[in-house]
């Protein structure tokens, strides 16, 4: 897991430490039980204040998705979906409406925006995929790399 | 009667509190009515360019200038007045380090912390190994990359609440001014997490961008600008438009600067940023995008406009 700090973004920084983390969480790449990095090595790689990755990993912590093991580190809850469904469902929804309100001004039509969804879901899901075929199969990696490239044919297209 | 005792030091107490500050060397000012409060736990920049005034806010800080009129409080202290105890809760690296030249490193740093209540000697040790430094070398021949890091070990390991940084990393080079920025993270920071203050003054405000969590942008002896640095970002933002056809007719008064070149237009906004992106997305652009400004960006965009 490689964490990058933009600042260019607008967003406050640990929220995208939170972010990213969620991120790597939802694609697999960081999977239940796995530590995260310890608060100071990542303070001073990133080179943010070390308050602001605390903050990061207690809002973490309080959104029930990492937690803390005194003496050993944090790491990622085995099932860290503690949010209640009506309220994942409301925070999708207003990302939901952002990319909607961007295909309007895009001048993207309905019919092409869901097919766009459709062919995003897939490619993340492959993505997920590979994370998981690497945790069982760590010498697969020509499969790998057929699959890498194929899926890179597919984006350019 | 032990001074330690009866601080009056708790964890509300400001690290640093100045008020109505001005100060004049002759009859050019330096500092004109400065006011400025950094809280607990939090790494405040000043910035400014070179004669803003923020060597001269730094010096009424150490009492090695007396405010002219104002006031100074260090953990609720005067300067002036309680010294010891002011110099005791501090630790300050200068812009210019000086050292007896004829001591060793070693010889150094045990003449700096014979002036100490407390001294981390694993802070110490784990410090000059990471800088690479030889604690026989005298310090006459260091380099002024090495002299700053010497500074800044014998500025860590007193282990005081409030770390004081005039131009740290001003003429060093990139590898040491990165290095200089990570000890002070992992080294000072990590102390007591959270009740770690840090004050630092500096023109090369990219490389402390993500340290810094408030900053007060000085300009001829005045405070011009002081924000918490995830709101500044959030509220100063680059808009970059281009339209298919001509440039429609759009109020534009609310920007800081506005960029023109045929159908493309760019704008600086200080606040503001959302609505009017609103009204340019009702003229259909064709591209549209935006960006935060850096706190360099901001210091740049606030002292030019």
């Not at chain 1, 995003?120 to 790399?145: C, F, Y």
């Not at chain 2, 690296?93 to 000086?98: E, H, L, M, R, T």
């Not at chain 2, 407390?118 to 006459?140: C, K, M, V, Y």
Request: proline share 5%; net charge neutral.
């Amino acid at each position: 897991m490689l964490l990058q700090i933009n600042f260019k973004s607008g967003l406050p920084i640990y929220l995208q430490i939170v972010d990213q983390i969620k991120a790597v969480a939802a694609s697999g790449a960081l999977r239940p039980g796995e530590a995260l990095p310890s608060i100071r090595p990542l303070a001073e790689e990133l080179r943010v204040n070390r308050n602001t990755v605390a903050k990061a990993y207690s809002e973490l912590e309080s959104l029930g998705i990492i937690e803390t093991l005194p003496g050993r580190g944090c790491f990622l809850k085995e099932n860290h979906s503690a949010l209640r469904k009506e309220v994942r469902r409301k925070l999708l929804t207003d990302e939901i409406d952002q990319a909607i309100v961007q295909a309007h001004h895009l001048q993207v039509p309905h019919d092409e925006f869901l097919q766009l969804v459709h062919e995003r879901l897939t490619v993340l899901d492959g993505k997920r995929r590979d994370h998981e075929d690497q945790k069982e199969a760590p010498n697969g990696n020509a499969k790998e790399s057929q699959k890498e490239s194929a899926k890179k044919n597919e984006e350019a297209q | 009667m032990n001074s330690q005792t009866n601080s009056p030091v708790n964890s509300l107490t400001p690290p640093i509190q100045i008020e109505n500050l001005t100060y004049a060397y002759g009859s050019a000012e330096a500092v004109r009515d400065l006011n400025l409060t950094v809280r607990p736990g939090r790494c405040y920049g000043l910035f400014g360019r070179n004669g803003a005034g923020k060597t001269t806010t730094m010096r009424c800080l150490l009492n090695l200038l007396r405010p002219q009129s104002g006031s100074v409080r260090i953990f609720g202290l005067d300067p002036a007045k309680q010294e010891v105890e002011v110099k005791r809760s501090l630790s300050y690296v200068p812009d210019q380090v000086v050292f007896y030249p004829w001591m060793s490193i070693r010889e150094t740093l045990d003449y700096l912390a014979s002036f100490r209540p407390n001294w981390n000697r694993e802070i110490e040790r784990e410090l000059l190994q990471r800088f690479g430094l030889d604690p026989a070398q005298r310090t006459g021949s260091l380099s002024k990359g090495q002299r700053t890091q010497v500074a800044l070990i014998a500025a860590v390991c007193p282990e005081t609440d409030l770390l004081v940084l005039d131009e740290p990393t001003s003429g060093l080079d990139p590898i040491v001014r990165r290095e200089f920025i990570e000890a002070v993270i992992g080294a000072y920071q990590q102390g007591v997490p959270g009740h770690r203050t840090i004050l630092v003054s500096t023109h090369l405000i990219a490389e402390f961008e993500g340290l810094i969590d408030e900053f007060t942008i000085m300009d001829r002896g005045h405070a011009v600008l002081t924000l918490d640095a995830d709101h500044a970002r959030e509220r100063y933002q680059k808009i970059r438009v281009g339209f298919a056809q001509s440039m429609p007719d759009i109020d534009l008064r609310a920007a800081l600067r506005v960029r023109r070149d045929g159908r493309d237009l760019e704008l600086v906004v200080n606040g503001g940023g959302a609505e009017l992106l609103e009204r340019l997305r009702q003229h259909n652009p064709q591209t549209l995008s935006t960006e935060s400004l850096t706190l360099e960006e901001i210091f740049v965009a606030t002292l030019k406009s």
